[in-house]
Protein backbone atom coordinates (compact mmCIF):
# COMPACT_ATOMS: atom_id res chain seq x y z
CA UNK A 1 0.00 0.00 0.00
CA UNK A 2 1.20 3.30 -0.59
CA UNK A 3 3.15 5.99 1.64
CA UNK A 4 1.03 9.18 2.79
CA UNK A 5 2.18 12.26 4.07
CA UNK A 6 -0.10 14.28 6.09
CA UNK A 7 0.97 17.73 8.66
CA UNK A 8 1.35 16.76 12.12
CA UNK A 9 -1.22 19.42 13.10
CA UNK A 10 -3.81 22.20 12.09
CA UNK A 11 -5.80 24.30 13.73
CA UNK A 12 -9.68 25.28 12.60
CA UNK A 13 -12.01 28.07 13.73
CA UNK A 14 -15.43 26.70 14.69
CA UNK A 15 -17.49 26.98 12.50
CA UNK A 16 -15.37 27.39 9.43
CA UNK A 17 -14.17 24.87 7.10
CA UNK A 18 -11.34 22.29 8.15
CA UNK A 19 -9.28 21.23 5.25
CA UNK A 20 -7.22 18.65 5.88
CA UNK A 21 -4.42 18.04 3.36
CA UNK A 22 -3.09 14.61 1.92
CA UNK A 23 0.03 13.28 -0.32
CA UNK A 24 0.19 10.07 -1.61
CA UNK A 25 2.08 10.37 -5.15
CA UNK A 26 3.00 6.92 -5.09
CA UNK A 27 -0.09 5.94 -5.81
CA UNK A 28 -1.13 2.79 -7.72
CA UNK A 29 -4.27 3.00 -10.14
CA UNK A 30 -6.47 0.46 -7.70
CA UNK A 31 -5.99 2.10 -4.26
CA UNK A 32 -8.61 3.59 -2.81
CA UNK A 33 -8.13 6.58 -0.01
CA UNK A 34 -9.86 6.15 3.16
CA UNK A 35 -9.89 8.60 5.97
CA UNK A 36 -10.59 7.81 9.39
CA UNK A 37 -10.68 9.78 13.03
CA UNK A 38 -9.52 9.63 16.63
CA UNK A 39 -11.55 11.14 18.82
CA UNK A 40 -9.15 11.29 22.13
CA UNK A 41 -9.14 7.84 23.64
CA UNK A 42 -11.56 6.28 21.22
CA UNK A 43 -11.36 3.53 18.16
CA UNK A 44 -11.15 4.80 14.94
CA UNK A 45 -13.80 5.94 13.35
CA UNK A 46 -14.05 5.34 9.32
CA UNK A 47 -14.94 9.12 8.06
CA UNK A 48 -15.46 8.34 3.89
CA UNK A 49 -12.98 6.79 1.00
CA UNK A 50 -12.85 7.16 -2.92
CA UNK A 51 -11.05 6.00 -5.73
CA UNK A 52 -10.70 8.99 -8.37
CA UNK A 53 -14.02 10.69 -7.93
CA UNK A 54 -14.87 13.46 -5.06
CA UNK A 55 -16.78 11.84 -2.30
CA UNK A 56 -19.46 13.42 -0.24
CA UNK A 57 -21.67 11.78 3.00
CA UNK A 58 -23.09 13.42 5.80
CA UNK A 59 -19.93 13.69 7.88
CA UNK A 60 -17.28 15.16 4.60
CA UNK A 61 -16.20 15.82 1.18
CA UNK A 62 -13.16 13.97 -0.08
CA UNK A 63 -11.79 15.99 -3.03
CA UNK A 64 -8.95 13.92 -5.21
CA UNK A 65 -7.00 15.53 -7.45
CA UNK A 66 -7.03 14.75 -10.87
CA UNK A 67 -3.22 12.85 -11.07
CA UNK A 68 -4.73 11.21 -7.68
CA UNK A 69 -1.41 11.94 -6.26
CA UNK A 70 -3.05 14.15 -3.08
CA UNK A 71 -6.51 14.58 -1.64
CA UNK A 72 -8.32 17.13 0.11
CA UNK A 73 -10.65 15.92 3.45
CA UNK A 74 -13.18 18.99 4.43
CA UNK A 75 -14.90 19.59 7.35
CA UNK A 76 -17.92 21.91 6.36
CA UNK A 77 -18.68 23.32 9.82
CA UNK A 78 -15.96 22.14 11.89
CA UNK A 79 -17.20 21.79 15.45
CA UNK A 80 -15.50 21.10 18.85
CA UNK A 81 -16.38 17.74 18.75
CA UNK A 82 -14.78 17.74 15.45
CA UNK A 83 -11.22 17.91 17.63
CA UNK A 84 -9.32 14.87 17.18
CA UNK A 85 -6.46 12.90 14.99
CA UNK A 86 -7.26 12.22 11.30
CA UNK A 87 -5.42 9.37 9.05
CA UNK A 88 -5.65 9.64 5.38
CA UNK A 89 -4.53 6.02 4.12
CA UNK A 90 -4.36 4.30 1.25
CA UNK A 91 -5.62 0.76 0.60
CA UNK A 92 -6.00 -1.63 -2.61
CA UNK A 93 -9.45 -2.81 -2.62
CA UNK A 94 -10.35 -6.13 -4.73
CA UNK A 95 -10.18 -9.53 -4.45
CA UNK A 96 -7.66 -11.04 -2.58
CA UNK A 97 -6.79 -8.15 -0.42
CA UNK A 98 -6.47 -8.67 3.25
CA UNK A 99 -8.40 -5.65 3.99
CA UNK A 100 -5.75 -4.54 6.73
CA UNK A 101 -5.10 -0.63 7.57
CA UNK A 102 -1.85 1.35 8.10
CA UNK A 103 -1.87 3.85 9.84
CA UNK A 104 0.38 6.74 9.69
CA UNK A 105 1.19 9.54 11.84
CA UNK A 106 -2.23 11.57 10.77
CA UNK A 107 -3.08 15.05 11.52
CA UNK A 108 -4.07 16.54 14.83
CA UNK A 109 -6.90 19.12 14.53
CA UNK A 110 -7.63 21.34 16.85
CA UNK A 111 -11.18 23.37 16.52
CA UNK A 112 -11.03 26.57 18.46
CA UNK A 113 -14.21 28.56 19.85
CA UNK B 1 -26.71 -4.88 20.10
CA UNK B 2 -23.23 -3.57 20.74
CA UNK B 3 -21.50 -4.89 17.32
CA UNK B 4 -17.73 -5.08 18.56
CA UNK B 5 -17.07 -5.94 22.29
CA UNK B 6 -13.72 -6.18 23.68
CA UNK B 7 -13.19 -6.93 27.01
CA UNK B 8 -11.67 -6.25 29.76
CA UNK B 9 -11.50 -2.30 28.90
CA UNK B 10 -8.63 -1.96 31.50
CA UNK B 11 -6.20 -4.28 33.03
CA UNK B 12 -2.95 -4.43 35.23
CA UNK B 13 -0.63 -7.26 34.82
CA UNK B 14 2.86 -8.46 36.06
CA UNK B 15 5.55 -8.72 33.58
CA UNK B 16 5.86 -12.77 32.99
CA UNK B 17 2.45 -13.60 33.14
CA UNK B 18 0.26 -14.40 30.79
CA UNK B 19 -2.55 -12.45 29.84
CA UNK B 20 -5.43 -12.41 26.65
CA UNK B 21 -7.27 -9.81 25.45
CA UNK B 22 -11.05 -10.65 24.26
CA UNK B 23 -12.86 -8.90 20.81
CA UNK B 24 -16.34 -10.46 20.11
CA UNK B 25 -18.31 -8.89 17.32
CA UNK B 26 -22.28 -9.23 16.70
CA UNK B 27 -21.87 -8.96 13.18
CA UNK B 28 -20.46 -11.64 11.43
CA UNK B 29 -17.67 -10.06 9.15
CA UNK B 30 -14.89 -12.18 8.10
CA UNK B 31 -12.12 -9.57 8.97
CA UNK B 32 -11.14 -8.94 12.44
CA UNK B 33 -7.89 -6.96 13.10
CA UNK B 34 -5.87 -6.38 16.34
CA UNK B 35 -3.82 -2.59 16.70
CA UNK B 36 -1.48 -1.10 19.79
CA UNK B 37 -1.70 2.54 20.05
CA UNK B 38 1.22 3.86 21.97
CA UNK B 39 2.83 7.08 22.15
CA UNK B 40 5.42 8.95 19.66
CA UNK B 41 4.36 5.45 17.28
CA UNK B 42 0.50 5.72 16.31
CA UNK B 43 -1.51 2.42 15.49
CA UNK B 44 0.33 -0.45 14.60
CA UNK B 45 -0.62 -3.63 12.86
CA UNK B 46 -0.37 -7.04 15.59
CA UNK B 47 -2.09 -9.75 13.75
CA UNK B 48 -5.05 -9.72 11.64
CA UNK B 49 -7.46 -12.57 10.21
CA UNK B 50 -9.66 -12.84 7.17
CA UNK B 51 -11.87 -15.98 8.76
CA UNK B 52 -11.99 -18.87 11.42
CA UNK B 53 -9.21 -20.70 10.95
CA UNK B 54 -7.28 -17.85 9.24
CA UNK B 55 -4.61 -15.51 11.16
CA UNK B 56 -1.16 -13.61 9.14
CA UNK B 57 1.17 -11.67 11.18
CA UNK B 58 0.91 -7.68 11.14
CA UNK B 59 3.93 -5.05 11.75
CA UNK B 60 4.61 -5.60 14.95
CA UNK B 61 3.27 -9.48 15.80
CA UNK B 62 6.38 -10.94 18.49
CA UNK B 63 5.07 -11.85 21.82
CA UNK B 64 2.04 -11.92 20.80
CA UNK B 65 -0.20 -15.33 19.88
CA UNK B 66 -3.68 -15.04 18.27
CA UNK B 67 -6.20 -17.70 17.19
CA UNK B 68 -9.87 -17.73 15.74
CA UNK B 69 -11.95 -20.79 16.27
CA UNK B 70 -15.24 -18.84 15.74
CA UNK B 71 -15.84 -16.01 13.52
CA UNK B 72 -17.30 -13.87 16.22
CA UNK B 73 -14.00 -13.81 18.19
CA UNK B 74 -10.74 -12.85 18.12
CA UNK B 75 -8.34 -12.90 21.26
CA UNK B 76 -5.24 -11.82 21.28
CA UNK B 77 -2.73 -13.00 24.25
CA UNK B 78 0.24 -12.21 25.38
CA UNK B 79 2.29 -15.30 26.53
CA UNK B 80 4.63 -13.73 29.04
CA UNK B 81 3.72 -10.20 29.04
CA UNK B 82 6.96 -7.45 29.34
CA UNK B 83 6.87 -3.96 29.89
CA UNK B 84 7.33 -2.55 26.31
CA UNK B 85 3.77 -4.29 25.57
CA UNK B 86 2.18 -1.94 27.48
CA UNK B 87 -0.30 -0.27 25.28
CA UNK B 88 -4.01 0.56 24.39
CA UNK B 89 -4.80 -2.43 22.11
CA UNK B 90 -7.83 -2.15 19.58
CA UNK B 91 -10.01 -4.00 17.60
CA UNK B 92 -11.37 -4.09 14.47
CA UNK B 93 -13.71 -6.01 12.25
CA UNK B 94 -14.35 -5.55 8.55
CA UNK B 95 -16.78 -7.22 6.04
CA UNK B 96 -15.62 -9.23 3.46
CA UNK B 97 -16.96 -6.71 0.48
CA UNK B 98 -14.71 -4.73 -1.31
CA UNK B 99 -15.13 -0.75 -0.58
CA UNK B 100 -16.14 -1.04 3.27
CA UNK B 101 -14.96 0.64 6.18
CA UNK B 102 -13.49 -1.38 9.82
CA UNK B 103 -15.66 -0.30 12.56
CA UNK B 104 -13.21 -0.29 15.85
CA UNK B 105 -13.50 -1.08 19.30
CA UNK B 106 -13.84 1.09 22.56
CA UNK B 107 -9.61 -0.22 23.26
CA UNK B 108 -8.10 -2.30 26.02
CA UNK B 109 -5.82 -0.52 28.14
CA UNK B 110 -2.75 -2.66 29.40
CA UNK B 111 -0.54 -1.54 31.58
CA UNK B 112 2.39 -4.13 32.28
CA UNK B 113 4.43 -3.82 36.15
Known amino acids: DAKTTQPPSMDCAEGRAANLPCNHSTISGNEYVYWYRQIHSQGPQYIIH???NNETNEMASLIITEDRKSSTLILPHATLRDTAVYYC??????????????FGQGTTLQVKP | DAGITQSPRYKITETGRQVTLMCHQT?????MFWYRQDLGHGLRLIYY???????DKGEVPDGYVVSRSKTENFPLTLESATRSQTSVYFCATKRMDMNTEAFFGQGTRLTVV
Open chain 2, 27 to 31: WSHSY
Open chain 2, 49 to 55: SAAADIT
Open chain 1, 89 to 102: IVRVDGSGNTGKLI
Open chain 1, 50 to 52: GLK
